[in-house]
């Protein structure tokens, strides 16, 4: 059984730290916020799903993957959100698009994403093949799905939709941490 140990929401604050969050405290909980990234939520995953092989797609639908995830672009980000109606975090978009062409349920963050996903080297990248950032000081604390011609589409941030970024620009290039794919 698979069971969420961490989703943060600030209904479940208790009400004297709402008041000590208020006010200028706010920003810095504000931030704490943001630095959680698009790791998605912590998921503890029962021993018989954690011993299973890697997920494997056939290539086949490495087009319908892409044209999956690109009919996503402008979606908004929100941290945990997992479909189009409420918007997705990285690990979401990821986990929503995978679903949806190839019936296969991924883990529901980065870190299990590239644990489930097999090696690949970055010059071996393919459509649907997933790229991996290390954006919080933590490996692994990013995802993208590659598009091809050094385009992958992602959900960045707070505030921010689903796009499409390269992997040359600045920002990708110092953090790229990865590769990996599902694919046979």
């Known amino acids: 059984m698979t069971r969420i140990t961490s989703n943060f929401a600030f209904k479940q604050i208790p ?12 920003l810095v909980l504000l931030g704490l916020l943001l630095l959680g990234g698009c790791s998605g939520p912590t998921v503890r995953q029962s021993a018989s799903s954690m011993q299973r092989d890697h997920i494997v797609i056939d290539s086949s639908k490495r087009g319908e ?8 672009l402008n979606t908004p980000y929100r941290y945990g959100g997992d479909t189009p109606a409420e918007g997705f975090d990285c690990s979401g978009l990821v986990a929503y698009v995978i679903d949806r062409v190839a019936n296969e349920r991924v883990p529901r963050n980065t870190s299990g994403l590239a644990q489930a996903a097999r090696p690949i080297s970055k010059n071996s990248l393919q459509e649907g093949d997933l790229v991996f950032f290390n954006t919080l000081n933590q490996p692994h604390s990013h995802v993208g799905i590659y ?3 050094g ?3 992602n959900a960045p941030s707070s505030g921010g939709r689903v796009r499409l970024n390269s992997l040359s620009s600045h920002y990708f290039a110092q953090r790229f941490d990865g590769a990996g794919t599902f694919f046979n």
Do not use: E, Y
């Open 15 to 26: 009400t004297q730290f709402k008041l000590f969050f208020g006010g200028r405290n706010s």
């Open 65 to 72: 993957l892409v044209m999956t995830a690109m009919s996503l």
């Open 147 to 149: 598009v091809g011609d």
């Open 151 to 153: 385009l992958f589409i």
